[in-house]
DNA sequence: CAACGATAGCTAAGTGCCTTAGCTTTAAGG
DNA sequence: CCTTAAAGCTAAGGCACTTAGCTATCGTTG
């Protein structure tokens, strides 16, 4: 029996692939030790169990869609940076759609690296909202408005609760092109 | 042994039940046959199965869920329906955690009081929206845009996801608000 | 180069959940 | 009263997670 040379990151790496392949759902110890090509108790040597490769797998997921966030960006502001990072946010669903669910875990406080994810993640948010002079409280506010709008616009269209023909890119980009008028006149009382 | 005197409905309902204690993913036949007095495999003889249950389950909840939203708008128009509706949805899904995310299942074609239960749910948001002018394309943008709004923002809200110490309520008014402003002049290209 | 120790990986075994098969008994109706 | 549909039961199998304890590999060290 030659070993396989597992560590803790190939296998939640393969986790991320295999959640991709098969939904979030049916990532399965059992499934997972198969394509590792070794059997399932010697996954715990990696990894504590399937609620711990489960919070493993968020901070993995939540890194790379604060990083997509960050990158699309980088270099724009006000309505341009609203765009860009929107249409990364969906992209990353709509290609991960077993990472994506992932990211929806609350950071685990005894995880730096998922806890630094998750403020990377909603310090883009952030950022993007200084663009339109929102701070503050508002910028609070604006910032969980933005990630509803998104993650419920993602999360619906990836269920397949959109069930009329109409496009839907078109309806994201109507919704994205919404928060922007939003942002510039946010209707908050200022503090 | 004398019998229960169970149907699909007292079933159902009581699963609805268990479902809000104790969250839809602990929701299972094993505990729903205990607290109903019966071995589990009884259960079968009045629902099909786990996944089957989920549905009738989804059903229920989308029924309830649409009749709030419904009689929330009853008599309302504009703003007022609007926030009206918002308050109605967030309020449902705050009192039944585990019913609401149990919404989110697609209706199933092979049973026609989901499949209605889930016209009646959009097309009361419709209906509110028809109050700012909006039909066509407009109107399904439009929907799809508020039902992710408020969707995501109870999903992230019951998920805990809002971490700050920013008032939860005035968030969600102040997104209900946007909205509002957003439907007053929605960013259509007219169809 | 050989012995050692840490550990990757294994088999065995137990729990909980879902499901099916087949039996028993209730209770409704002729 | 007797028949019969079906409500409810026990038994048994499958799949997932987890723990315990063993084996063998490989890097380290003498």
Redesign the pocket.
């Known amino acids: 029996?030659?070993?396989?040379?597992?560590?803790q990151q190939t296998v939640v790496r393969e986790a991320a692939r295999l959640a991709d392949e098969v939904g979030l759902p049916q990532?399965?110890?059992?499934?997972?030790?198969s394509r590792l090509?070794?059997?399932?108790?010697?996954?715990?040597?990696?990894v504590?169990?399937?609620?711990?490769?489960a919070q493993k797998l968020a901070a993995l997921a939540t890194a790379e869609l604060a990083t997509e966030l960050t990158s699309a960006a980088v270099g724009r502001s006000g309505t341009d940076a609203l765009r860009a990072m929107a249409d990364a946010y969906r992209d990353y669903a709509l290609r991960h759609p077993g990472r994506y669910p992932a990211t929806q875990r609350v950071p685990d406080p005894a995880d730096p690296e998922h806890v630094e994810a998750g403020e990377r993640a909603v310090g883009a948010i952030f950022a993007v909202l200084r663009g339109y002079g929102l701070t503050g409280d508002d910028a609070v506010d604006a910032t969980r408005a933005l990630r509803s709008a998104l993650h419920g616009f993602v999360t619906l269209e990836a269920a397949g609760g959109f069930g009329l023909p109409r496009d839907v890119d078109r309806s994201y980009h109507q919704l994205v092109a919404s928060m922007d008028i939003s942002f510039r006149s946010w209707p908050g009382t200022g503090g």
């Not at 029996?1 to 597992?6: A, C, T």
């Not at 990532?27 to 030790?33: G, K, P, R, W």
């Not at 504590?48 to 490769?53: E, K, Q, S, T, W």
């Open positions: 029996m030659p070993r396989v040379g597992l560590n990532l399965t110890l059992a499934a997972l030790a090509g070794v059997a399932l108790p010697s996954l715990y040597k990696h504590r169990g399937a609620d711990a490769l």
